[in-house]
């Protein structure tokens, strides 16, 4: 009983000692002095880059179109804001930090985010849903296979039913803004499963380890996003998808939140973090607006607006943790 006692004690010294730790880390930039709800930089990660190309649409590609709209936004926030720091993960079409695998790049883009001191993390992407399969049943054709081995070999023929297979384009387009979860445990968000229309990093960054909640460090640092980062990623993801539905987008649900390897970065950067798509790249309509100036001013519009309205709230100290 003892033994159990001093175990139980020293892994809860180790849990305070790593979430520590992790707190200076995470806040190791900040100035002397400086407001804990003052937003002082902002880290802007343009999806995909270089080597890998993202989603691909008709004439235009993932890492293409998130770099331009990323641009953009961090010239209109520092044009508006000229005291906030604008980080970005890249600034042209290379893997963040110019690494040569997307683990690497991933990992880099969460490095940077917690070395500039961020106090707010946006990654820019585009989704895409694949073509739907169609198939038809058009008769039967007689097929000849043979069974057995040696002497019993013999030849068999039976009907074998064909099928007439095509694809179409497939409808899905709207915007998504995804949060970390941590245990999705929030009512206001909605869960959704690995399997739907997502493309993003998830099968480009199947490497990558997931947080273990049995590790102390990790289940120390998915405390800290919990207790002091969930709750303000999730205002401004809905500030933005809010937004998205004025202007007339389709809507997919709201916010959503995921906790798998293709958002891992929201989790590892130590700050509210959200992962916006701003449109459907698969779908052609789509592919056109958000590489057109008007449909990437509208999104740059309402990614300032919701991150203005945002400001105030985290100044005015309006948005805590539950």
């Known amino acids: 009983m003892k033994f159990r006692m001093m175990k139980k004690t020293l892994l809860i010294l180790f849990l305070f000692s790593s979430t520590s730790i992790l707190f200076s880390f995470t806040n190791e930039n900040y100035e002397e002095g400086k407001p804990r709800n003052t937003i002082k930089t902002i880290v802007i990660d343009p999806g995909h880059g270089g080597f890998d190309s993202g989603a691909k649409g008709s004439f235009s590609t993932e890492s293409q179109v998130s770099l331009a709209v990323s641009l953009k936004l961090g010239a209109a926030i520092q044009k508006e804001f000229p005291d906030i720091k604008i980080v970005y993960t890249r600034t042209t079409d290379i893997m963040p930090g110019n690494k040569t695998s997307l683990k690497e790049g991933l990992r880099y883009r969460a490095a940077l985010a917690n070395s500039s001191g961020g106090d707010l993390f946006i990654a820019v992407h585009c989704n895409s849903a694949r073509d739907i399969r169609h198939q038809e049943f058009v008769g039967y054709k007689m097929a000849t296979y043979y069974v057995g081995k040696g002497k019993k070999k013999k030849k068999v ?4 039913r064909q ?3 095509w694809y179409t384009p497939n409808p ?3 915007t998504e803004t995804y949060i970390w ?3 999705k445990h929030d009512a206001k968000v909605s869960s959704i499963s690995q399997n739907n229309d997502y493309y993003g990093e998830i099968d480009s960054t199947s490497n990558i380890t997931l947080p273990d909640p049995s590790d102390p460090a990790e289940k120390a640092r998915m405390l800290i996003y919990e ?10 993801a809905d500030l933005i998808e809010k937004g998205f539905l ?3 987008r389709v809507d997919r649900g709201g916010v959503k939140q995921r906790n ?3 958002i891992w970065v929201l989790q590892a950067a130590g700050m509210p973090s959200v992962l916006v798509e701003i449109g459907f790249i698969s779908d052609k309509g789509e592919e056109e607006y958000i590489n057109s100036d008007k449909g990437q001013d509208e999104i740059v519009s309402n990614l300032l607006n919701a991150f203005r309205i945002y400001k105030q709230k985290i100044e005015s100290k309006t948005v805590g943790t539950p």
């Open 172 to 174: 899905a387009k709207g």
């Open 246 to 248: 004025n202007q007339g």
């Open 157 to 160: 023929t039976r009907k074998v």
């Open 163 to 165: 099928y007439h297979y």
């Open 260 to 262: 798998d390897k293709g």
């Open 181 to 183: 979860a941590v245990g």
């Open 227 to 236: 207790q002091n980062y969930f709750r303000k990623s999730l205002t401004f």
